[in-house]
């Protein structure tokens, strides 16, 4: 009687086991990707630029935002998407922002959102300094929003989104290529993961 019980209690422990196992591959959720490509400052660029004429310097920088959901089994929701950017590694000197309207991104999808901002306060004579004496000049980009996942027929809570990219540009006014970059923090912990479904 006594080996019934222990076997059927293994068994019960085996079957919560895989319970959990599949609860917790079905909750857990991975943040999208990101990065900032196609990073064009003109007036940085000195093949249109050699007179350094700052009366006729183009303010204008351009990239384009990438974004992409790895996850195979679960969409993603944006709010609005805010896109800050700084001359330097550090928020010591905003010079612009841009934002993309929130739209959902499905199951292992990509996007590619161009944009273009005219900077203010950009520190050009740094900015020229350093890609004139063959260095680089630094950006740093933030993208910032509210995301929310899809599991099956519902969404989970809202979770801050948040990546800070770094953009380096060459006398041509270009970045070169960039990694993605994962938005902080993976979660889906199965003891909790009720807690995280609205």
Same mark, same amino acid.
Do not use: C, H
């Given at each position: 009687m006594s080996d019934s019980r222990a076997w059927t209690c293994?068994?019960?422990?085996?079957?919560?086991?895989?319970?959990?196992?599949?609860?917790?591959?079905?909750?857990?959720?991975?943040?999208?990707?990101c990065s900032i490509n196609d990073f064009y400052v003109p007036g940085l660029d000195k093949s249109v630029n050699s007179n350094n004429n700052a009366s006729r310097r183009?303010?204008?920088?351009?990239?384009?935002?990438?974004?992409?959901?790895?996850?195979?089994?679960?969409?993603?929701? @944006?709010?609005?998407?805010?896109?800050?950017? @700084? @001359?330097?590694?550090?928020?010591? @000197?905003?010079?612009?922002?841009?934002?993309?309207?929130?739209?959902?991104?499905?199951?292992?999808?990509?996007?590619?959102?161009?944009?273009?901002?005219?900077?203010h306060n950009m520190p050009w004579d740094a900015a020229l300094k350093a890609v004139t004496n063959g260095s680089k000049a630094i950006f740093r980009v933030d993208v910032s929003s509210r995301i929310r996942y899809k599991i099956t027929f519902w969404y989970t809570k809202r979770h801050n989104y948040f990546v800070e990219n770094k953009v380096e540009v060459d006398d041509k006014g270009r970045s070169g290529a960039q990694q993605l970059s994962y938005g902080f923090g993976v979660f889906g912990v199965t003891l909790f993961v009720l807690s995280f479904l609205l």
């Open positions: 293994v068994k019960l422990i085996g079957s919560l086991g895989v319970v959990a196992l599949v609860l917790w591959l079905s909750f857990r959720t991975t943040k999208p990707k183009n303010n204008n920088l351009s990239f384009q935002l990438n974004l992409k959901n790895e996850m195979k089994d679960k969409a993603v929701r @944006y709010n609005d998407i805010t896109l800050k950017f @700084y @001359y330097g590694t550090n928020t010591s @000197y905003p010079i612009g922002n841009f934002t993309v309207e929130g739209f959902k991104q499905g199951k292992d999808k990509e996007l590619f959102k161009s944009g273009m901002i005219e900077t």
